[in-house]
């Protein structure tokens, strides 16, 4: 079956950085389109970036644009999303999620989802 596996969330302070990746197992990842979202505590979940299956292009959500990079390895079947600049406002549970086509930022669309990162930041 088709399993999404976050990693790299944890604890940080204000400025600092963070690499969650995902690791994508039962689908011909090649062929999907990636995308992070976040949901913190009280609130809907709310989309952070995307990618297409080949990684050339990306879509940011405008609260991270500059600070956050979305890329993807499709030899290891890995989507990673950088994080710099952390601020306060970050702190969430990060999820990916894979659709095979369609608008990255439709939350609706994805097939498949992760369980979740916690990423905390603090300061």
């Known amino acids: 079956q088709v399993q999404l596996v976050e990693s790299g969330g944890g604890s940080v302070q204000a400025g600092g950085s963070l690499r969650l990746s995902c690791a994508a197992s039962?689908?011909?990842?090649?062929?999907?389109?990636m995308g992070w979202f976040r949901q913190a505590s009280g609130n809907e979940r709310e989309f952070v970036a995307g990618?297409?299956?080949?990684?050339?292009?990306?879509d940011n959500a405008d609260s991270v644009k500059g600070r956050f990079t979305i890329s993807r390895d499709n030899a290891k079947n890995t989507v990673y999303l950088q994080m710099n600049s952390l601020k306060p406002e970050d702190t969430a549970v990060y999820y990916c999620?894979?659709?095979?086509?369609?608008?990255?930022?439709?939350?609706?669309?994805?097939?498949?989802w992760g369980q979740g990162t916690q990423v905390t930041v603090s300061g």
């Open positions: 999620a894979a659709r095979r086509s369609g608008s990255y930022r439709d939350l609706s669309g994805y097939a498949y």
């Open positions: 039962g689908l011909s990842f090649s062929f999907y389109r």
């Open positions: 990618i297409s299956w080949s990684g050339g292009n990306t």
